[in-house]
């Protein structure tokens, strides 16, 4: 194992390595079982500059996400993109790092409002595969210079560099939240109940759907907060959850916990809100599976969470049309990377060629 | 500005390439008549001009590969060029170029109201995207001042920005996917309207990169529900500093206005003498606007009015009705046009860490001394993205040459207290040699490799973006 302390002894790290490369920050979100040499960037990790008043903060790749909540809290902010912790999940242990996040582009429930991480990501510094370090983006809120390597970055899952300093755009923590709880609907009512709100002007920043019910989060001022919740009753029947209340369904949804212990092979699709429905009905027909405990909808329905018994994948293309693009995250074969068309596959090798050329970073993934 | 110098064996072929070009393309597609191209000599950059070899003009994305074919066989570089109102000369041509135009695909192919997209021709312009979808109660959030003209395609190319993005974000937190030809003439999508698909995020990187990836034909976006109203007050203060202090303040608070518009004595004077928007005549001035039902609205301005009160404004004007908020924003949106009465000027684009707004405003106006060129300012407070205006005389001579060493001072303090050369409208041309104020050579190196990938032999919008030292070899130009 190589424990760099800094950026130079990572990139130096990199340059003098012979053979493949394992990043991992705190091992939670590794992909699939690559060998090689473990690079362990722990080592990389502080607040570099934390601006409450410019809601900026840049931290190097390998802070602990907890420490990084702690920290914002204090200042009563939060990273907007709701990251979550998938350990339960897929049952690793370990700690999420900032590094990981943005490598896995981890986004949480409020993606429909505030974005995803790579939207929240600034800039960022990194290693390439070559041992040479790069900076794209900075710490500014607009910035259009050069070309976005930020994005390619985010969620590129360490295939193409190692990342050693992220820079986050946070957000206040709103004074009050409150979720609407929708019962008795069916999946494709219950969907229809989301898609309604999310197309209401009543910035909703959660719309959910887990264990027979419909959520919708509402965040804001509490003036503000309580008009809109009943603006949204006088279209739903829906009982309130308030506070700390509310604040417990969505960790819920954020880290997919209705599946945690479930068996089987762990799915999650991107697809249309108005597919999702279908599609699911289509593939639990296929495996038998129970609605009620084997699918978590988010974002509206357009991210499904599903468990399927092993097997099913064919199944499952079969389901989707086309329709959309689904990766297995638990289970036989499990990657990041979806299928992508030809001409997408070809120029991400190419792209991966040109940043890894001596493949020290995870092979074969496009 | 120096350009490479054309390529003369282009030039000498020229006839052969138009000919080819003619007959790969129906009728009234190109453009070679030199009476006509000048059209397309320039951009909103218009210190530069250059009249291009061709333009073509294609109806689809079938046209565009065939063209693109040509091009790429032939050698010919191409720039893609939207509505032509780039600020930083992106759309700007050489003389051995073909001039590929997308304002006439502009149309809407289709709107899903309930997964909240439009899909559209990527010449379509950015105004008529939200008004395809008005009606419906929705709206298209990236809003740059030149919507009326600009087009979608030019917003994806260059990530452009507007009043609102302190909320919804700029184009690249608002696209979902795009129809792209590949410089030799492949068609490919990337993304698509469910967004997440799981691979590299190549339309992260094509959003932003000037045109010279690809060539985007059509876009998928995010569409919103229009809030339920909106309402701008107008805060007027004895200095810049202070305006600078009580935008920090509004943004700690935990409030996020959907705008906050700054704008600096010099230019408040032109705005009223051009458009009589009734701004006070004061040393700075922010015009905020926030959203919601009228009782949400009166809840976040007291708040915002009880910050500034902290600040001793000079004036608090909350807009009482529809016509007011019209006035309001009047000032701001013809500030441009206003400053253009005074004289030729240079819009610069630096990004600053809102922290550093007093400081950076103080500097400016020092070297607005210096220089002795006057400069005003008024940009989006709320993310830091000032937009200097630096006044000259195109006729005077050596008046550019000061312009431009003036704005290269101020895009190099942006850098120097941790901000950018460009929040929004790109470097193109304009910025290219100062490339290397931000980035290094291993940053710059990575950037080109990009190219590198998705247009090997350079031919795409060639001379943007890098200093031309550093792309020479690229290019098969001697540097
Ligand atoms: C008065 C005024 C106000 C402005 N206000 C703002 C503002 O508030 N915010 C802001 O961000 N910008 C602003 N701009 C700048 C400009 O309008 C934007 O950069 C806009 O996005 C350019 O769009 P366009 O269609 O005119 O593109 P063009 O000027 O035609 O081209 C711009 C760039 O896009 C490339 N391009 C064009 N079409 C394609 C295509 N199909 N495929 C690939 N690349 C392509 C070109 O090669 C060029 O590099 C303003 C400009 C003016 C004149």
Known sequence: MISPRSEAELAEAVASATGPLLPKGGGTRMIGDVAGEVLDISGLSGVNLYEPAALTLVVQAGTPLAQINSLLAGERQRLGFEPPDFRALLGRDGVSTIGGIAAANASGPRRVQSGAARDAMLGIRCVDGQGVAISSGGRVMKNVTGYDLVKLMAGSFGTLAVLSEVSLKVQSIPEAEVTLVLDGLDDRAGLIALRRALGSPYDVSGAARAGGRSYIRLEGMAGSVAYRAGRLRALFDATLAEGAQSAAIWADIRDVSPLHGRAGDIWRLSVLPSDAAEIVATLLADSGGDGQRDVVYDWGGGLVWLTLPAGLDGNLRKALQGRGAAIKLRGAGAAPFARQSDQVSALSSALKAQFDPFGRFAQGVF | ?479
């Open chain 2, 1 to 479: 500005m120096e350009m490479p110098r054309p390529n003369s064996m282009i030039l000498s072929h020229r006839a052969q390439i138009v000919a080819q070009l003619r007959a790969a393309l129906p009728e009234g597609c190109v453009i070679d008549d030199p009476m006509e191209t000048r059209v397309y000599e320039c951009d909103a950059l218009s210190a530069y001009r250059c009249a291009p070899l061709a333009v073509v003009l294609p109806r689809s994305t079938q046209e565009v590969a065939a063209a693109l074919r040509i091009c790429h066989r032939l050698g010919v570089p191409v720039v893609p060029r939207g509505s032509g109102t780039s600020l930083a000369g992106g759309a700007m041509p050489s003389a051995d170029c073909v001039v590929l135009g997308v304002a006439r695909m502009n149309a809407v192919l289709h709107t899903d109201y309930e997964n909240r997209y439009i899909h559209v021709q990527a010449g379509r312009t950015n105004l008529s995207v939200s008004g395809a979808v008005e009606a419906q109660g929705f709206f298209y959030a990236p809003d740059p001042s030149s919507q009326l003209a600009c087009a979608i395609a030019g917003n994806i190319a260059m990530n452009s920005g507007g009043a609102h993005c302190l909320k919804y974000g700029v184009t690249t937190n608002n696209l979902l996917g795009v129809t792209m030809v590949m410089m030799d003439g492949t068609i490919t999508t990337l993304g698509g309207p469910w967004g997440d698909g799981f691979g590299l995020d190549l339309l992260g990187v094509v959003c932003g990169s000037e045109g010279q990836l690809g060539v985007v034909t059509e876009a998928w976006l995010r569409i919103l529900p229009k809030p339920e109203g909106a309402r701008p007050v107008l805060v007027a203060f004895g200095s810049s500093e202070v305006a600078g202090a009580c935008v920090a303040d509004i943004i700690r608070a935990g409030i996020l206005p959907v705008a906050i518009e700054f704008m600096d004595r010099p230019c408040i004077r032109a705005t009223e003498a051009f458009a009589n928007a009734g701004y006070p005549d004061c040393e700075a001035l922010l015009i905020i606007e926030v959203e919601g039902s009228p009782a949400e609205i009166d809840e976040q301005l007291a708040r915002i009015r009880a910050i500034a009160a902290r600040h001793d404004p000079i004036l608090f004007t909350e807009a009482a009705d529809e016509a007011q908020a019209k006035r309001i924003w009047l000032g701001r949106k013809s500030a441009f046009g206003a400053m253009g009465q005074l004289g030729d000027y240079m819009c610069l684009d630096g990004t600053i860490p809102v922290s550093q707004l007093s400081y950076v405003l103080r500097r400016i106006g020092e070297l607005s001394v210096e220089y002795g060129l006057d400069v005003g300012n008024v940009f989006h407070a709320g993310d830091g993205n000032m937009h200097p205006l630096i006044l000259y005389n195109a006729n005077k001579d050596g008046d550019l040459a000061k312009c431009e060493a003036l704005g290269a001072e101020i895009l190099k303090l942006c850098v120097q207290v941790g901000g950018c050369l460009s929040g929004e409208h790109g470097i193109g041309l304009e910025k290219r040699d100062l490339m290397p104020v931000q980035f290094t050579p291993a940053d710059l190196e990575a950037q080109m490799r990009v190219k590198d990938v998705f247009d090997p032999h350079w031919l795409l919008n060639p001379a943007k973006v890098f200093p031309l030292a550093a792309s020479a070899a690229r290019r098969g130009q001697a540097a």
